[in-house]
């Protein structure tokens, strides 16, 4: 059960991490680089907390094995506000709108809303909870969360 | 949760993944896009202790139209099933189920030749190809064959294909002129197992009358099942709402689903009667299937 070197980008950083085959990718993120924005909920592919992008599209890190993303580029959660503390439109959108609760479940939802905001403006509820379907919130605070994201309108992140 | 430890092979090639197949047998798992695997792994109910990871292999991710046929290589992922253009138009019923798998995380790994492999009857790309009379490519190190959908799926999570045998693509025939598709599924909540689901493809001639007819249910028995008594009831007719319902009531009577926590069998029963009439009254309106 031979280790591997693993060379890939994270938040535009190059990073050379020697694991286990069996350690996750969010595994890497967290206990390796010490990354902890990304969570750890089910780990098993349910409940979207440890979303992050893979060469920009969101994937679910517990269901990714590190080696896998050698030679891959790796957004996380701590990718999104800027050196000086600057929030993206996105995370001031979550901020003014109440749209976290405990926190838990917010870095993924972020990723993945970010992901799906490249492709274009999310419209209507409806695109929004689409979006959003792959992400438990255990507070259950999915209104402030659709709420956040139509008020950012045709702006994109 | 992590899973038992294994060996990782990453080959760039596909001879070279089933040399690895042929030496390892029963030791080894194929990992394509990893949306089932991995769980089944991190709760330790798969335990591979030789993990060959089709990921890096370009030529599985291919898509191509020649011979009168679509070849999806099985690398081939659910998110380019929605997107790609070439998809939507040689096999609008792959485009058309495939927001319906998983969430859009899921939707960016997983794969067409692990969902076939992987064999869950609740899943909507077998049956999708099952209604297209598509066949699956198996290869191992000393040949390679092809199965008809309809025979390759054995029982839940069971195929044909053996230990050391790799599915790598899948070949959808072009339709005939005339042929539209549609699907309906139900399921709890959004991305969640469908309790009942039914792909539809009907062909119809210059008159309008069906021609062909192909039904395919998922969550409806042990694999992805074929009506082909329903479909009969369908050729030689021009579609109407009574000959629908017609369709509706043989469905109904013919299946034999599953019992469990989540649907009674006469919930199922049922609902596959309904969602096969309404699968085919909006192939033949145009409709494109609608997620509830």
């Known amino acids: 059960m031979s280790d591997h070197v693993v060379a890939l980008r994270v938040n535009g950083r190059e990073h050379e991490v020697r694991v286990e085959p069996r350690r996750t990718l969010a595994d890497l993120l967290r206990e390796d680089l010490r990354l902890t924005g990304t969570h750890l909920g089910c780990e098993h592919g349910v409940c979207g907390a440890c979303t992050v992008l893979l060469d920009g599209e969101p994937v679910r890190s517990c269901l990714m094995f590190a080696v896998q993303a050698h030679g891959h580029s790796v957004e996380t959660v701590e990718s999104l506000a800027g050196a000086d503390g600057t929030l993206t439109r996105l995370q001031q959108a979550f901020h003014e709108h109440h749209a976290l609760q405990c926190g838990f479940c917010t870095p993924g939802i972020l990723m993945t809303l970010s992901a799906a905001l490249r492709q274009g403006p999310l419209r209507s509820e409806d695109e929004v909870r689409e979006a959003l379907s792959g992400n438990l919130c255990r507070c259950t605070g999915y209104q402030q969360i659709v709420d956040a994201v139509l008020s950012l309108g045709e702006a994109a992140t | ?292």
């Open chain 2, 1 to 292: 949760m992590k899973p038992p430890p294994f060996d990782y092979w990453a080959p760039r090639s596909l001879p070279e993944a089933l040399e690895l197949m042929a030496r390892y047998g029963e030791e080894a798992k194929a990992l394509a896009g990893g949306q089932s695997l991995v769980p089944l792994m991190n709760f330790r109910l798969a335990a591979p202790r030789q993990l060959v990871d089709l990921n890096p292999i370009p030529e599985l991710a291919s898509c191509a139209v020649e011979d009168g046929v679509l070849r999806l290589g099985a690398m081939v992922r659910h998110r380019f099933l929605e997107r790609s253009p070439v998809v939507r138009e040689h096999a609008p019923l792959l485009s058309m189920v495939a927001p319906f798998i998983g969430y859009p995380q899921i939707r960016a790994r997983g794969t067409i030749g692990g969902s076939l492999a992987h064999a869950d009857p609740a899943a909507e790309l077998p049956a999708a190809v099952m209604a297209l009379d598509g066949r699956v490519q198996l290869r191992s190190r000393t040949g390679t064959r092809m199965v008809a959908a309809e025979r390759f799926f054995r029982s839940f999570f069971t195929t044909v294909a053996e230990p050391d045998e790799l599915v790598v693509g899948v070949e959808i025939p072009l339709p005939p002129p005339g042929t539209a598709v549609g699907f309906q599924e139900v399921a709890m909540r959004r991305g969640d197992f469908a309790l009942a689901g039914v792909a539809v493809a009907v062909t119809r001639g210059e008159d309008g009358t069906i021609t062909r007819a192909r039904i395919a249910c998922l969550s409806a028995a042990s694999t992805p099942l074929r009506v082909p008594e329903a479909e009969r009831v369908l050729v030689g007719e021009p579609p109407s709402d009574r000959l629908f319902r017609e369709v509706e009531a043989r469905v109904s009577e013919l299946v034999d689903p599953p019992d469990d926590v989540h649907a009674s069998a006469g919930y199922r029963r049922r609902t596959l009667g309904v969602l096969c009439r309404r699968a085919l009254t909006a192939a033949v309106s145009g409709k494109e299937a609608t997620r509830r």
